[in-house]
């Protein structure tokens, strides 16, 4: 294995024990850690709105900003202050976010081939919020901003874009002019709004995205940046004094770290660890890396065009389009780029269904890895070898729980590339054909390796999703798990309270309804 690959297992692992650490408090809709891009969009909206706010209030000269922005924070402490104080630690948060997110995409290896769009659209978003971000403590014009303007501006000056050293506007007081923090106000307008444009982009090519996180995640945050606003809220140095050099200030580390790396190290070290890791971000995706997954296909006779497909893509790769030989109806069409090869859309295909009488079964939407009439043959093979007081199936995916562990004379086990790529039809053909019970052991809430897996599982099971599982089937027989590959231990208690709970309805001679009498699928 080679130095990433190691690196980077040994960070999913990481990322993964603390998340499911997390679970316990938070439950896996409200865990941080899975849902950091919606925790980035709401500190963003939090700053916006509490930007617009400041922005129409203060003086933007600059001999008025310094003492506008005093005397909100002291009067108008209740209203003015506390949005100041949110407007910083909301930008300290989306940063600090922002990194976890990219570094648990990247541990979690969603860097390359369907998701080359998404990483490469995330590494500019990383420089544009750096430059809001730093652009904001200038506009203060306290001792702070002067420092960091200074030791930015003589960064900038080590590039050869400036004709004239751009430090040299901070020699004197009577160097800088309103016009330079009109230009300053524009920058930290402007790119912020290239930044909502640059997040438009990141996630435009997938679809039903986490926009927001959960009520319960809102309000937590928001509860928690009010009482730091409260507690500690955001002040001014002294003002900015051009004829004197700060010693002592309170740096923010997550947005000006970079002064105090500039001082250690120097402008051409830190740009060459800048251009060095950008570059190194942008060329990630183009290392050797597993073999992708082969995509889904569409068969033209048994493309109905209903839609179900793209309705279920998490990767936004299906589209439709007029049949091309049954007028009046629509085709599926697959995007080879986009498509992760997760098969979630081939079981939502209406066509998928098992009870088809076609010896060869074949569906409107397939994957070639694991076609729908290879799982009917899987199934009926494993379930005619099946014994025991109470036979049970279990169906599991590839990212999840290690199910191949619950093998036995009682337990027939079928990994897919996700729970949600198996159509519902099949538990109620597995019970009919013989099985006692069906487990489904998806990923834990969120965690799904193709990001809606785990939902659409559970909502197709209790008939909130078409395709749904019939309401003939009766639910005491199934059972749907949420479990990731480190739960063993819960995966074989969940099959073996199952199991008590079967066999103890038929102890009670509560068995399958007679519409489910064993049917041996073979001859
Ligand atoms: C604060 C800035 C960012 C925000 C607010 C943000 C937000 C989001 C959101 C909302 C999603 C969709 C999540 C979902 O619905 O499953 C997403 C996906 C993604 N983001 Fe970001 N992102 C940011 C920065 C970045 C950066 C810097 C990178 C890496 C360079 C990155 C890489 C990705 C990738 C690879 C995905 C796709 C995940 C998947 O397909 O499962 N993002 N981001
Ligand atoms: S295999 Fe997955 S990503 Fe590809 S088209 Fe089907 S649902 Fe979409
Ligand atoms: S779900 Fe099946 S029938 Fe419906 S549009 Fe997609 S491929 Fe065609």
Redesign the pocket.
């Known amino acids: 294995m080679s130095f990433h690959a190691s690196l980077r297992s040994a960070a999913q692992m990481l990322f993964q024990r603390i998340e499911e650490f997390f679970d316990r408090f938070f439950g896996g809709s409200s865990n941080p850690l899975r849902h950091l891009?919606?925790m980035?969009?709401y500190f963003?909206w939090i700053i916006v709105g509490t930007g617009l706010y400041l922005y129409s209030v203060l003086d933007t000269s600059i001999n008025g900003v310094y003492n506008s922005i005093g005397h909100l924070t002291r009067e108008q402490w209740y209203l003015g202050g506390v949005l100041r104080s949110l407007h910083r630690y909301a930008s300290d948060a989306?940063i600090l976010?922002?990194a976890l997110?990219?570094v648990r995409?990247w541990a979690y290896g969603?860097?390359y081939g369907f998701?080359f769009y998404?990483?490469v659209t995330?590494?500019p978003?990383?420089w544009l919020?750096y430059v809001s971000g730093i652009s904001g403590y200038w506009i203060v014009w306290d001792r702070l901003a002067q420092f960091s303007a200074i030791a930015s501006t003589e960064l900038l000056d080590w590039l050869p874009i400036f004709s004239e050293p751009a430090a040299r506007n901070f020699l004197s007081p009577d160097a800088l002019n309103d016009r330079f923090f009109t230009m300053l106000v524009f920058i930290h307008l402007g790119i912020p709004l290239m930044l909502i444009l640059g997040?438009w982009a990141?996630?435009h090519r997938?679809s039903?995205?986490?926009?927001l996180p959960s009520r319960q995640m809102m309000l937590g945050t928001l509860a928690t940046l009010l009482a730091l606003a409260l507690t500690k809220p955001a002040l001014s140095d002294a003002p900015a004094d051009l004829a004197m050099v700060s010693t002592q200030l309170r740096l923010d580390w997550f947005l000006l770290f970079i002064h105090p790396l500039t001082d250690v190290a120097s402008p051409a070290m830190v740009w060459s660890m800048l251009i060095a890791a950008t570059a190194l971000?942008f060329i990630l995706p183009f290392l050797p890396h597993p073999k992708a997954e082969p995509v889904a296909l569409v068969d033209q006779a048994n493309c109905n065009g209903c839609s179900r497909c793209l309705a279920d893509c998490p990767?936004a790769a299906i589209t439709m389009a007029p049949h091309p030989s049954r007028p009046g109806y629509k085709i599926a069409i697959v995007a080879a780029d986009l498509c992760a090869g997760c098969g979630i859309c081939a079981g939502s295909c209406p066509s998928s269904t098992p009870f088809r009488s076609q010896e060869r079964l074949v569906t409107g939407i397939d994957m070639p890895q694991l076609s729908v009439n290879d799982l009917r043959q899987q199934l009926e093979a494993k379930l005619s070898r099946l014994g025991g007081r109470s036979r049970i199936v279990v169906f599991g995916c590839s990212h999840g729980a290690k199910i191949n562990a619950l093998s036995s004379t009682d337990t027939a086990v079928i990994s897919l590339a996700c729970t949600a790529a198996l159509p519902p039809a099949f538990v109620e053909y597995a019970l009919r054909g013989g099985a006692d019970g069906v487990m489904l052991a998806s990923c834990r809430s969120g965690g799904c390796h193709y990001?809606l897996g785990e939902r659409w599982t559970d909502e197709r099971l209790n008939g909130r999703r078409e395709p749904r599982l019939r309401s003939k089937v009766p639910l005491s027989r199934v059972h749907h798990l949420f479990a990731s590959d480190n739960d063993n231990k819960l995966l074989a208690e969940a099959l073996k309270t199952f199991r008590n709970r079967i066999e103890n309805q038929q102890a009670d001679d509560d068995p399958l309804p007679p519409y489910f009498r064993r049917n041996s699928y073979h001859a």
């Open positions: 891009g919606a980035g969009l963003l989306f976010v922002m997110h990219l995409e969603r860097y998701r998404s990483w995330g590494v978003i990383l919020s997040l990141h996630v997938i039903r995205v986490d926009y971000l990767f990001r």
